[in-house]
């Protein structure tokens, strides 16, 4: 049987806990697959370790939402602008400015 690419990740990083491109990449399988858990999780795990510049935050707010945790969204949100801003990506603060008027 062949293995998912879920768990080539997971396994990934058995023998490198703390790669924070290996915890992205599987974020990102999470997310094409609908794991909206997996990816809460996972993502927290990476932007415990990583300098974001804001993606990672516009998708954990998102799987927050759809886990019907708003309020954490809302603070996720705020952290990505933060994020974002601070990278010199004002397009994607603004976006989550928008998003924050508009929906909460």
Do not use: C
């Amino acid at each position: 049987m062949t293995a998912s690419r879920i768990d080539i990740f997971k396994q990934m990083l058995v023998n490198d806990p703390i790669n924070s491109s290996i915890l992205f990449g599987l974020a990102k399988e999470y997310e094409k697959a609908g794991q909206t858990e997996g990816l809460i999780d996972t993502l927290e795990r990476y932007l415990a370790i990583s300098d974001d510049e804001g993606n990672a935050f516009g998708m954990l707010a998102r799987a927050y939402e759809k886990a019907n945790q708003r309020e954490k969204a809302k603070e996720t949100y705020h952290r990505g602008i933060n994020a974002a801003t601070a990278h010199g990506h004002p397009s994607m603060a603004e976006e989550y400015r928008v998003i924050l008027e508009s929906e909460f």
